[in-house]
Nanobody, 126 residues
Framework: HVQLVESGGGAAQPGGYLRLSCVASENIFRDACMGWFRQAVGKEREEVARTSTVGGAAHYADAVKGRFTISQDNADNTLYLDMNNLKPEDTAMYYC????????????????????WGQGTQVTVS
């Protein structure tokens, strides 16, 4: 059973930087669709960024475009989310998600399509 474990969350000031990591227990990122989602208190979970191994490109939510970058390191079975110029509205629990195998060019925007989820890591910007 594949597990995803996020880390890297924490507190940051507006304008600051954090890097989230998502490590898979098996080497799934060589053939997967991957995404980062977030859920703020009292709000629904929303997509932040997604990508896929087959496509290589990435898609970002408008709220984070130009500030966040999704990337992967297949050698380390790790998915990253680099978050620059953080804003208070970025405060949320962040989750990585994956589906493997997957041949969808830009991954899935619908969180229901992902069958693997991490436990989440809290990001607080204030």
């Amino acid at each position: 059973h594949v597990q995803l474990v996020e880390s890297g969350g924490g507190a940051a000031q507006p304008g600051g930087y954090l890097r989230l990591s998502c490590v898979a227990s098996e080497n799934i990122f060589r053939d997967a669709c991957m995404g980062w989602f977030r859920q703020a208190v009292g709000k629904e979970r929303e997509e932040v960024a997604r990508t896929s191994t087959v496509g290589g490109a990435a898609h970002y939510a408008d709220a984070v475009k130009g500030r966040f970058t999704i990337s992967q390191d297949n050698a380390d079975n790790t998915l990253y989310l680099d978050m620059n110029n953080l804003k208070p509205e970025d405060t949320a629990m962040y989750y990585c998600a994956a589906r493997s195998p997957c041949r969808v060019w830009l991954g899935y925007s619908d969180d229901a399509e992902y069958n693997l989820w991490g436990q989440g890591t809290q990001v607080t910007v204030s």
